[in-house]
């Protein structure tokens, strides 16, 4: 197994792991300890930090990928790239960090609400930002060296790791609040330290700086490429992150701390995509090279009913179970329950149009998809300004909803358009009326004393409606076989 395929398959055992860590964090550990103010200040002083950083690398992290190969010479030190890939990126810091001051009154009062708990930490986010920025630069190295299993496992697993574990301190009395948010920047920032120091023991930490850098290939292409990768990273980082920061501002660092905890609950809905689009990735771009339409066609329509079915059995029993769920946190956190509903909705609306986007992105015509992720990020800044003034944190909600709606129905319409490939039949309309049956089944079971039994007999009314459905509709051929082999070891 060659160091590519190593590297990939910790990298994904780590993912997976580290997604459910995640998940316990930022939906059940921290709204169990934290008030929800406290969680919203967390959150935004991480979004407000990953922009920062992004805006100061102007996208050479994307460019160190690109172009390291031109570099690689572990002799010569990789020709001084190193020092180039952190130096740039320096100087860009610097001038964002001006702005940053500058405009400290104009942040602040944007968060008038919460000016008092956000101002004393506009300092530290500052410091987070940096060790941000070092963190994706050398991951960028690292990329480019074939090392990614170690980071993934910094930023997967240890970082959330040491989270839970200064949460649980404060939980217990052992930090005040103040000692929590200082910890949570600290554990944040040191994950680019212990880079730095996976760099020198294998020996890849060369940081003299030389002419040859600059001569390899023009400092302009680089730069050139940076400004469209910052695009296209700016975009994602929007879409991911502008929401919360928006509630916290147009409503309060209350509303913002119920909106993430919803928006992360809603995130388990994700999981089977991920691990879906892991394995399309790789597929698609070999079906482009080989100009085998029908093979992607077909695969198309495959991945898009599996996520139908995945996704609505797993959007179902979230939603049906959300009181279970929020039984677990603080009581305050329960006002997000509506925006869990819209959220999962926008993000299995999401999951059944397919895998539309790797198809733009592994065609011909890949360009667009930044014009697409741009037009997703502008339409829900957009919707967030519209919205969340008459609405609220619900607003938000929407906001992400007609965004991810409008931006998956013009990429379906896209594919559609340019290749003749869309990934819809009668199968699809199969699993949504089983998930529909289900959906009353489960609803249908009245609450009992305990909440975990409630939730144990909803799950089991959903699974055997839904199961049922699908086996009896044969909507779901894949299964088949594996039914099949099934009725035949209980015959033996």
């Not at 695009?231 to 994602?236: A, D, H, Q, T, V």
Request: glycine content about 10%; aromatic content about 12%.
């Amino acid at each position: 197994m060659g160091i590519v395929q190593r590297q990939g398959l910790r990298n994904t055992i780590i993912s997976y792991f580290g997604l459910g860590l995640g998940f316990v964090n930022t939906a059940l550990l921290m709204p169990r300890f934290l008030a929800a103010d406290q969680v919203g200040l967390t959150r935004v002083l991480l979004s407000l930090a990953t922009i920062y950083a992004q805006l100061a690398a102007f996208g050479f992290a994307s460019a160190g990928i690109r172009f390291f190969p031109y570099f690689r010479n572990r002799e010569a030190g990789h020709q001084g790239f190193l020092p180039l890939l952190l130096g740039l990126p320096m100087l860009g810091f610097a001038v964002i960090s001006l702005a940053y001051w500058l405009g400290r009154p104009l942040i602040l009062r944007a968060y008038d609400a919460d000016a008092a708990l956000l101002g004393p930490y506009y300092g530290w986010c500052a410091l987070l930002a940096l060790f941000t920025l070092l963190y994706s630069l050398q991951d960028a190295y690292l990329k480019g060296l074939y090392h990614t299993a170690f980071s993934s496992f910094l930023q997967e697993v240890l970082l959330r790791v040491l989270i839970a574990g200064v949460t649980l301190l404060f939980g217990l009395g052992y930090l005040t609040f103040h000692q929590f948010v200082l910890a949570y920047i600290l554990v944040n920032s040191v994950l680019a330290l212990l880079l730095t120091g996976y760099l020198a023991y294998i020996g890849e930490l060369h940081l003299r700086p030389t002419r040859a850098a600059l001569q390899v290939r023009p400092v302009r292409e680089l730069l050139s490429f940076g400004a469209f990768a910052l695009l296209s990273n700016i975009s994602g980082t929007v879409i991911s992150s502008i929401d919360a920061l928006m509630v916290g501002s147009k409503v309060n660092l209350k509303a913002a701390g119920i909106y993430t905890t919803a928006f992360f609950i809603s995130t388990a809905l994700t999981i089977p995509f991920r691990s879906l689009y892991k394995i399309a990735f790789p597929l698609l771009a070999d079906y482009w090279k080989e100009q085998d339409m029908a093979r992607m066609a077909e695969f198309y329509r495959r991945t898009t009913r599996l996520n139908t079915v995945l996704g609505c059995y797993l959007a179902l029993g979230i939603g049906l179970n959300l009181d279970f769920i929020y039984s677990l946190m603080k009581p305050e956190y329960a006002a997000g329950t509506t925006i869990v509903w819209i959220l999962l909705a926008g993000r299995l609306l999401d999951g059944i149009t397919g895998v539309n986007g790797l198809i733009v992105v592994t065609s011909p015509r890949y360009r667009f998809d930044l014009v697409f992720n741009v037009a997703l990020a502008a339409g829900t800044v957009g919707l967030n300004l519209l919205l969340i003034p008459p609405l609220g944190m619900v607003g938000a909600a929407w906001a992400a909803l007609l965004a991810l709606t409008s931006i998956n129905v013009a990429r379906t319409w896209f594919v559609w358009h340019a290749y003749r490939l869309q990934p819809f039949d009668y199968r699809i309309g199969l699993i949504l009326g089983a998930a529909g049956a289900a959906a009353l089944a489960g609803w249908l079971v009245p609450p009992v004393h305990s909440l975990f039994v409630t939730m144990l007999l909803r799950s089991a009314a959903l699974t055997v409606v839904y199961a049922a459905g699908v086996l009896f509709t044969r909507a779901v051929p894949e299964v088949q076989p594996l039914l099949q082999k099934l009725r035949g070891g209980l015959g033996a």
